[in-house]
């Protein structure tokens, strides 16, 4: 902090929220978002500010220069990981919640780079092409385009009927009560025929090694938990969003976080998805005590 004036510094901590934000859907990675906003601060603190018009457009374009860069080893890194990998949870207030969901930042998962930045920037932080422009380094039409055809990849994830938050919630309880109660029966009921169960144990828990397909595999493997833990479910730590989607978060009988995440849709659930990798939980532990 050292010779940089508290105005320069005020204005870098009321944008890090949204920094923040703009680096993890960029990355799926809490601990990698604010390596990112780290980085982006000693640029601010060290760099010539005095050209600075529009601080908050300034630091997003840093940014997201940084994310992409992080993008290309991160790529690398799970093509190499053990199971199905999903984006680090993030437990969250109603007032965040977000258009970016889980699914939606899998689907993300899938683009370049380039069209990811340009989906996010354009389409759900509203900067337009222009800006987007700035930060990706192409023009502004060619921004427009990589934002087009990153649209079409992720449309298909959004759920065609949007569930009421408060009905989300009495589905992730219900959820909840039939898994960890050993009500096959009453689980099986609740879930769409191609539902899908995503278990991320990083290769550091026991967790599904693929992605588990439609409503009788689904329930044969919560059956063979239940056997498994003969009754020792975790304990309820919270029910809460979970990355934009109703959940909950358990403290599992070996004493490990755990969270679960349901896509709703059509009053069934068509996918679940349960973080079990201690490392991408850790950046929970202080917050839920």
């Not at 050209?51 to 993008?71: G, I, K, M, N, S």
């Not at 790529?75 to 258009?99: H, K, M, N, Q, S």
């Not at 509203?126 to 987007?132: A, H, K, P, R, T």
């Not at 023009?139 to 992720?154: E, Y």
Request: aromatic share 6%.
């Amino acid at each position: 902090m050292e010779g940089v004036s508290d105005a320069a510094a005020a204005t870098f901590d009321a944008l890090r929220p949204n920094l923040l934000r703009v680096a993890y859907r960029m990355l799926g990675s809490v601990a990698d978002a604010e390596d990112v906003v780290q980085d982006a601060w000693l640029r601010w603190s060290d760099g010539d500010r005095s050209a600075v018009r529009v601080p908050e457009a300034f630091l997003r374009r840093v940014v997201t220069r940084l994310c992409l860069d992080q993008l290309k080893s991160a790529r690398r890194r799970r093509e190499e990981y053990f199971g199905p990998w999903l984006p680090e949870p993030v437990i969250e207030a109603d007032e965040d919640i977000e258009d970016v969901t889980l699914p939606l930042m899998l689907a993300l998962e899938r683009l370049s780079p380039l069209e990811r930045a340009a989906f996010l920037l354009h389409d759900v932080f509203g900067e337009s092409f222009e800006d987007v422009a700035l930060s990706l380094g192409r023009d502004a039409a060619a921004c427009r385009q990589l934002a087009s055809r990153a649209r079409d990849h992720v449309r298909t994830e959004k759920p065609r009927f949007p569930v009421d938050r408060a009905h989300g919630m009495e589905i992730a309880r219900a959820f909840f009560a039939a898994s960890h109660g050993g009500d096959v029966g009453q689980l099986g009921a609740m879930l769409a025929s191609d539902v899908r169960l995503y278990s991320d144990g990083g290769g550091k828990r026991p967790a599904a090694a693929r992605v588990m397909l439609g409503q009788d595999e689904v329930t044969r493997t919560f059956a063979a938990i239940d056997r498994l833990v003969r009754g020792h479910h975790g304990a309820l730590i919270r029910f809460a969003y979970v990355s934009g989607l109703p959940g909950f978060v358990t403290r599992e009988a070996d004493g490990v976080l755990q969270t679960t995440a349901l896509l709703i849709d059509g009053g069934r659930i068509r996918a679940i998805y349960v973080m079990r990798n201690p490392d991408k939980l850790r950046h929970l532990e202080s917050s839920l005590h």
